[in-house]
């Protein structure tokens, strides 16, 4: 970008000009010094946040908070907290923020980074890196994805799912739908919900349902499924095959509760229809438990969605219990630390997948680290029915997904703002960022070491 400005159009003119009257000296010595050499934005080092604000879009599909960081300069930025979580996640952090400098961003993550958790608790610590990468790209004057090191593509590919319905043929259309809409990769649920009503499909303690116990992890749910079981899902399967083609890469997801043995009988089952993936079979944190299922079925499994921080995407990598990665940058650590998760993935053979659900806000910081993050492979999106999602955003073009892509954004920061006028239609509560003094005196002895 100070390349850019340094060949301005008025400047070589007057250089040109200055020659021509005899004034070289003058030129060489005060030109650089004009000011459109210089970054009017905001002076980056003097720069401090003031105000951390939020709002809560609803609808979008998801339920989507949005912060804004303000500054002593004016400019300010945008972040989202992970779809579903409360904004609270991000406000009680304003007191650690307010004073310090939005462009160190490191810092200022390595300072709140004990106050994320997995899931939805991590939400706000990100939600805060994003608006922080789109102060800093905002004050710098370019766009996120070249403050992590350029960019490896100019457009990031996308994947959507469909509504679910118990009827391949009507499933397979909706799907192919998505393929015609120029996607080129899909998605869709198949769970064992599917096979629920059919006698002798599944196992379980009689008079337990296939939904009974959604907060019991998959091995204590008593749940398997029997051969026919296995049979019947692989044959919806076939007919999804039929109508979308064997050529295209489906990934499936939302399995259900069943056991590891059903896991692995299901996917051996599926081998013959290719899947790109099956997502979250069991959950992630028995790494021990997914590396056995791996081992024992030739699709890739996948998992990370919900997993916070580099490290535990590093523990599975390392065990090759997965075999590619799926993080949702609004909790596994924002954008630096999503592309770090990339990174050490891609060392170990792994490639990274994306997960997201948000609004175009949170959208926009996975297309930056996309861009920059060399095994990427495709990037969720949950709102292509959401006829206004698109228009949350000022800044770009529309729609946002255009057949299946996303273009990466070259204007500084993020590449957005806020189109207050739409935003204002779909708040969860009333009100437009308003103040937020309750969260000013938060304060606790953060130190994690005596
Ligand atoms: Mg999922």
Redesign the pocket.
Known sequence: MAQKNYSHPRRSFLKNAAGALGLGFWADETLDALPQNTNTNSKPTDLKITDMRALTVRGAPMTCPIIRIDTNQGIYGLGEVRDGASKTYALFLKSRIVGENPCNIDKIFRKIKQFGGHSRQGGGVCGIEMALWDLAGKAYNVPVYQMLGGKFRDSIRCYADTTESNDPKVYGQRLKGRRDEGFTWLKMDLGVDLVADVPGALTMPVGQRVNSNPNTQHMFTGMELTEKGVQLMADFVAQIREAVGMDIPLSA?HFGHIGVNSCIRLGKALTKYNMAWL??MIPWQRTDLLKQIADAVDIPILTG?DIYLKENFIELCRAHAVDIIHPDLATSGGILETKKIGDAAEDLGVPMAM?FAGSPISCMANVHCAAATENFLVLENHSVDVPWWSDLVNGVDKPIVKKGFIAVPEKPGLGVTLNEAVVKQHLLEPGYFEPTPEWDRERSADRLWS
Do not use: N
Request: proline share 0%.
């Open positions: 997801d997502e979250d969605e997960h």
